[in-house]
């Protein structure tokens, strides 16, 4: 088992900046894709960004240049930097893992944590 435990969200104006972090309960060596999604009520849960082990991104267009995943092995965590945050980018947050573990492929999500943005 994998528990995932997000921190960091709030309420921020637009323009502004928010860092998330999700903190995993194994080493994160051990995860092949760690990422970020988010949900509005009534929507599908949607990709936000993702980082493989070997440190490969990956971007919704919508953040593309305004969002950044980074991970910090040493504390078994990975972030998301929110810069020039919009209205659109309120939702719950969540982490995301996925590991092949014993053969058989894992994923586990983390509960979410808010972000609100004003306008």
């Known amino acids: 088992q994998v528990q995932l435990v997000e921190s960091g969200g709030g309420l921020v104006q637009a323009g502004g900046s928010l860092r998330l972090s999700c903190a995993a309960s194994?080493?994160?060596?051990?995860?092949?894709?760690l990422g970020w999604y988010r949900q509005t009520p009534g929507k599908q849960r949607d990709l936000v960004a993702t980082?493989?082990?070997?440190?490969?991104?990956n971007y919704a267009d919508s953040v593309k240049g305004r969002f950044t995943i980074s991970r910090e092995v040493a504390k078994n965590t990975v972030y998301l930097q929110m810069r020039r945050l919009k209205p659109e980018d309120t939702a719950v947050y969540h982490c995301?893992?996925?590991?092949?573990?014993?053969?058989?492929?894992?994923?586990?999500w983390g509960q979410g944590t808010q972000v609100a943005v004003s306008s």
């Open positions: 980082i493989t082990g070997g440190g490969t991104t």
């Open positions: 995301y893992a996925e590991r092949y573990y014993r053969m058989r492929l894992e994923t586990y």
């Open positions: 194994v080493s994160i060596f051990s995860i092949n894709t």
